[in-house]
């Protein structure tokens, strides 16, 4: 049975969102708690676990997966956030920030079950080994990696040094074969010879070795001074150039969002694609916001922006009526939302990107 909880069950963090009696601020708080608390907590671990850079200038294929699972995680944790609010005496999230990083280490042990079978119970049989014989130990060393050794190095960290090659092990257990080699006396051949813990990856790379385990290591791609493949001009884009793209117009639609509605308005309203027509039509069959949301970024009520819709796009002059402004007006705040999304696009290529939020109302006033 669960236990009944209230509110102030949960996290502090979430108590403005939960208490929120208006759904537009809900939304707003809800936003912010995925934006600016949940999604650098996803990104740290998933960078991490899975060595890719996050970044949108690179679409390898593992790059790829951990903003999938990025995705995931937010869609799950927004309808978990939503559960809570609506019962609040039955659910309750003590700690968000240690929440999502349970979900996140949980989805990233998923995805390495899934891509590695045989390497992940290859894992979990020499993790096992390690935690019930009494002769060897397994720990989390000072800069957070795990190691393992002889019980009495518990809580050291070894040099580093490569460990020996998988035939010199091989041969020092006298074995008939790799299979005729138990877990325990695979450990203990590889301890005797390095002398020191050892990183628990590391161990289970050599134990693949050994054993002939074949599932392909995952590894980035992300490598600056790796040679691209060699592509046809006449080709279409790949899935990756696709992809990229894809989240470098999501990383774009983010910032839009959160520019001063007459900023918005301005850019939004006139927006042309090649050929002079609204470029806006685009962004509901991108997935990037629906006209529905698009109104709401414009504080324009729904009826009058579908009204609109077939118009688009708008001279400077109309939109000016529209909000009480001169022509010049509109022309300079479309050019100041150009720049600061100029500005703001050219720093976030510079640093490794966070998969960007979904599009959501914002209140700030020009």
Same mark, same amino acid.
């Given at each position: 049975?669960?236990?009944?909880?209230?509110?102030?069950?949960?996290?502090? @963090?979430?108590?403005?969102?939960?208490?929120?009696?208006?759904?537009?601020?809900?939304?707003?708080?809800?936003?912010?708690?995925?934006?600016?608390?949940?999604?650098?907590?996803?990104?740290?671990?998933?960078?991490?676990?899975?060595?890719?850079?996050?970044?949108?200038?690179?679409?390898?294929?593992? $790059?790829?997966?951990?903003?999938?699972?990025?995705?995931?995680?937010?869609?799950?944790?927004?309808?978990?956030?939503?559960?809570?609010?609506?019962?609040?005496?039955?659910?309750?999230?003590?700690?968000?920030?240690?929440?999502?990083?349970?979900?996140?280490?949980?989805?990233?042990?998923?995805?390495?079950?899934?891509?590695?079978?045989?390497?992940?119970?290859?894992?979990?049989?020499?993790? +096992?080994?390690?935690?019930?014989?009494?002769?060897?130990?397994?720990?989390?060393?000072?800069? $957070?990696?795990? +190691?393992?050794?002889?019980?009495?190095?518990?809580?050291?960290?070894?040099?580093?040094?490569?460990?020996?090659?998988?035939?010199?092990?091989?041969?020092?257990?006298?074995?008939?074969?790799?299979?005729?080699?138990?877990?325990?006396? &695979?450990?203990?051949?590889?301890?005797?010879?390095?002398?020191?813990?050892?990183?628990?990856?590391?161990?289970?790379?050599?134990?693949?070795?050994?054993?002939?385990?074949?599932?392909?290591?995952?590894?980035?791609?992300?490598?600056?001074?790796?040679?691209?493949?060699?592509?046809?001009?006449?080709?279409?884009?790949?899935?990756?150039?696709?992809?990229?793209?894809?989240? +470098?117009?999501?990383?774009?639609?983010?910032?839009?969002?959160?520019?001063?509605?007459?900023?918005?308005?301005?850019?939004?309203? $006139? &927006?042309?694609?090649?050929?002079?027509?609204?470029?806006?039509?685009?962004?509901?069959?991108?997935?990037?916001?629906?006209?529905?949301?698009?109104?709401?970024?414009?504080?324009?009520?729904?009826?009058?922006?579908?009204?609109?819709?077939?118009?688009?796009? @708008?001279?400077?002059?109309?939109?000016?009526?529209?909000?009480?402004?001169?022509?010049?007006?509109?022309?300079? &705040?479309?050019?100041?939302?150009?720049?600061?999304?100029?500005?703001?696009?050219?720093?976030?290529?510079?640093?490794?990107?966070?998969?960007?939020?979904?599009?959501?109302?914002?209140?700030?006033?020009?």
């Amino acid at each position: 049975m669960n236990q009944q909880l209230t509110v102030e069950g949960s996290d502090a @963090l979430l108590w403005p969102f939960l208490r929120a009696d208006d759904p537009l601020i809900a939304e707003e708080l809800l936003t912010d708690l995925i934006q600016n608390h949940a999604d650098p907590i996803i990104a740290k671990i998933l960078q991490s676990k899975l060595r890719v850079s996050f970044s949108s200038l690179h679409g390898s294929p593992e $790059n790829q997966d951990a903003l999938e699972i990025a995705s995931d995680l937010r869609a799950a944790l927004i309808a978990e956030l939503h559960a809570v609010q609506q019962h609040p005496t039955q659910k309750s999230i003590k700690s968000f920030p240690d929440y999502v990083a349970i979900k996140t280490y949980s989805a990233c042990a998923d995805y390495f079950r899934e891509k590695n079978p045989e390497r992940w119970r290859l894992k979990n049989l020499l993790r +096992y080994q390690l935690k019930q014989n009494l002769r060897f130990a397994l720990w989390r060393g000072a800069n $957070n990696r795990w +190691y393992a050794g002889l019980s009495q190095w518990e809580d050291t960290i070894g040099d580093g040094s490569a460990l020996p090659p998988t035939n010199l092990i091989i041969e020092s257990l006298a074995a008939k074969s790799p299979n005729d080699i138990e877990p325990g006396q &695979l450990l203990d051949a590889i301890f005797e010879r390095v002398s020191y813990p050892v990183e628990f990856e590391r161990i289970v790379t050599l134990a693949a070795e050994v054993w002939g385990i074949r599932d392909p290591p995952l590894e980035s791609l992300d490598d600056a001074e790796r040679t691209p493949e060699t592509r046809s001009v006449n080709s279409p884009p790949g899935v990756d150039t696709l992809f990229e793209q894809r989240v +470098y117009l999501e990383a774009l639609w983010s910032e839009v969002v959160q520019l001063p509605v007459l900023q918005r308005a301005a850019l939004l309203l $006139n &927006l042309r694609d090649a050929q002079g027509g609204s470029a806006v039509f685009f962004i509901p069959h991108m997935g990037l916001a629906s006209q529905q949301q698009i109104a709401q970024l414009l504080e324009l009520p729904s009826e009058q922006f579908a009204a609109l819709w077939n118009e688009l796009p @708008l001279d400077d002059s109309r939109i000016a009526g529209m909000f009480r402004l001169t022509r010049q007006q509109v022309i300079n &705040l479309r050019k100041t939302a150009r720049e600061r999304l100029a500005r703001r696009m050219n720093k976030a290529e510079a640093k490794p990107a966070r998969f960007p939020a979904p599009p959501a109302d914002s209140k700030k006033a020009y």
